[in-house]
């Protein structure tokens, strides 16, 4: 042992740079600053401009200090919203023309969620009877209102993901959770250009629109006449609610173009975008069209129904030899929970349970500390509404956690009955 290490140190003293080979860094050497890595990475006419720019004299403190004071003075003068009235303009009362979301409890601990365009003569028809648009107009979200059977209703303003799972499609969207891991991995900032195809139903347009921001530009390819109307239409529709809702405009920067992208060659030529995103039977078409387009290190996200897809989409690259490496291959999966309080089967809650803290009890035998939980059983069981307050500060309930029946996925339904699917994401990098 002690010549190997001998010959060890031998090797990583000054032998190796004796001969011309590069010494051997240590892990406790102190590591090179990013401006002499980025140097040592350029070529040797760059790295002596790169070194210029670094020895060039620096702005003094004093000079830099009042500098930092007058912009931060005229910061201060310009006119600014304050939260106030930002807080205001979100949580004020409904306005007709905008999107109203009812949540009516159902059996077995379900929700049934309604959308509707609050209109002054319009009426919100529920199972459970109906509710005038007028009563709602005017009225905070947030509130409980009842309909004309008795039923309450929880009223507030939808957020986008409910929007896209509640408005009209024609063909299956893109769901949250994959659109969510979609914007995550192309890694998408605000004023960027991304090219979608397949409008589909406008979901994923409205989700890329607002990653995007007022500066930035989605370019959305359908060769669906019917698919296109309705993306356009969903995209409408909700801007306006949104600007009734919020007192301020969502960006106008999606430009939706009926056309195949397989056939847009000579228009891509002209466009440089920072991401793809395919949603797409063959996206093998669209790749060869679309890679010219893209920056190079940009991010090309596929969305693919069954893992067969993913197969033939790589096979075609290999072949077709074009410039993208395969990064990542995922299912995105989600999944629901139910947490509730347990019963027991006449359907009330099950035996409550005394907490033990700030509760000094005395030393009982055996069959009294029985005899009391039979009591508070029998309590329990003549009322059949909840507890009072008093109680519920002193007692819990054991609860159940549990899967929910149904879980979100990726589904194409039929009369009879609904057939999930996997839904696969597909992540590429563009190199030259």
Known sequence: MRVWRGLWRAVSSGDGAARGGRPRRRAWETSLSPLER????????????????????????????????????AAAAAPQVSLEAAAAARLGPFRAGELALAELRRKHNATLKLLCRLAAGSVLASPRGFLPHCDIIGQLPGQMLRTSAGAP?????????EYVLLMPR????????????????????????????????????????????????????EIRDDHHNLAKK?????????????????????????????????DMKSVTVDAIVLDMLNPQSALPVVHPSLKQGGVCAVYLANITQVIDLLDRIRTCKLPFLCERIIEVTYRNWLVLPAKIKNCKSSQMVETQENIEEPPQKEYEEI????????????????????????????????????????S?????KCFFYLKWLVVFCFQK
């Open 38 to 73: 980025v140097r040592r990475l350029l070529p040797p006419e760059e790295a002596a401009a790169v070194g210029r720019c670094a020895a060039a004299p620096q702005v003094p403190p004093e000079e830099k200090e009042k500098e930092e004071e007058e912009e931060g003075e």
């Open 234 to 266: 969903n995209y409408r529709h909700w801007r306006a609610a949104w600007e009734i809702g919020h007192m301020e405009e969502w960006p106008d920067n999606v430009d939706f173009i009926l056309k195949d992208i397989s056939t847009a060659a000579a």
């Open 170 to 221: 024609g063909p299956t969207i893109a769901y949250p959770k994959d659109m969510s891991a979609i914007l995550t991995m192309t890694d998408i900032h605000p004023g960027d250009t991304v090219l979608e195809t397949g409008s589909g139903s406008g979901a994923m347009s409205l989700f890329l629109s607002r990653a995007v921001g007022p500066k930035g530009r989605v370019i959305s390819y």
């Open 412 to 416: 194409g339904e039929t009369l009879e």
């Open 371 to 410: 005899h009391i939980q039979d009591q508070a059983v029998l309590k329990e069981s003549e009322y059949k509404d909840s507890l009072s307050d008093d109680a519920e500060t002193n007692c819990s309930m054991p609860y159940v956690a549990r899967p929910s029946y149904w879980q979100d996925g990726h």
């Open 153 to 161: 209703l929880l009223l507030r303003r939808p957020s986008l993901e």
